[in-house]
């Protein structure tokens, strides 16, 4: 979806170092999502946003954090990256009416 | 929380045979389930989504079922063709005390041979 904007596209990195993946999004949407993609498991949630001022741990925000700098961006940090982070990973926007419009993912490697 | 299940993982199927991919939830509380397409390098697509005041919905090729006693909703896709090969995943809502969120099911890799 050309409304929500992930950068980078790629990322390879080594262990110890600080990362983030940026998100911006012109759906005008309130609620943002930060998901990360393994094979065979799917999209597990890592944090969301459903306001500027508002963070909410999802299903494995270990070894990750979150800023909602503003409305339209919400930017994911790994603060030591180690290699099992090695994954796609994805911001998601949405309404209040649930369904969600997905950017189009930052593959990251650490090696 | 919600736990989602999808099978198969891989289906494979002749160009003009039908496809069907399989989803069941845990939480009898959902009503929302959306299905997407991801093709390879993009993010996931929303292609169609039921709510659970209906049992079925089409639009072209594609009808999604939900069979809410059986807490299981299906993908059906016709007339396959090339162009549908790619990764859909189905999900289910459920609340939290933030709100209305979404779980997803593990994928279903299709390829439709030519």
């Known amino acids: 979806d050309a409304d929500v904007t992930q950068t980078p596209r790629n990322r390879i990195t080594k262990t110890g170092k600080r990362i983030m993946l940026e998100c911006s999004q012109t759906k005008g949407h309130d609620r943002m999502y930060w998901y990360r993609q393994d094979p065979g498991l799917g999209l597990r949630l890592i944090y969301y946003s459903f306001d500027v001022k508002d963070i909410n741990k999802g299903e494995i925000s270990d070894g990750y954090s979150v800023s909602r700098q503003a409305q339209a961006k919400f930017s994911l940090s790994l603060e030591s990256a180690i290699p099992n982070q090695t994954a796609l990973y994805f911001c998601a926007t949405s309404d209040s009416t649930t369904a969600q419009h997905f950017g189009d993912g930052t593959r990251l490697s650490i090696l | 929380g919600e736990n989602v299940e999808q099978h198969p993982s891989t289906l494979s199927v002749q160009e003009g045979d039908s496809a069907v991919i399989k989803c069941t939830y845990s939480d009898s509380a959902s009503n929302y389930f959306p299905w997407y397409k991801q093709e390879l390098g993009k993010g996931p697509q929303l292609i169609i989504d039921i709510r659970s005041n209906v049992g079925e919905k089409k639009d072209q090729r594609i009808a999604v079922t939900l069979n809410k006693t059986a807490k299981h909703f299906s993908l059906h896709i016709t007339e396959t063709q090339p162009e549908d090969s790619a990764v859909y995943f189905c999900?289910?809502?459920?609340?939290?005390?933030?709100?209305?969120?979404?779980?997803f099911g593990g994928g279903t890799r299709l390829m439709v041979k030519p």
């Open positions: 999900a289910a809502n459920f609340h939290n005390n933030a709100g209305n969120m979404l779980t």
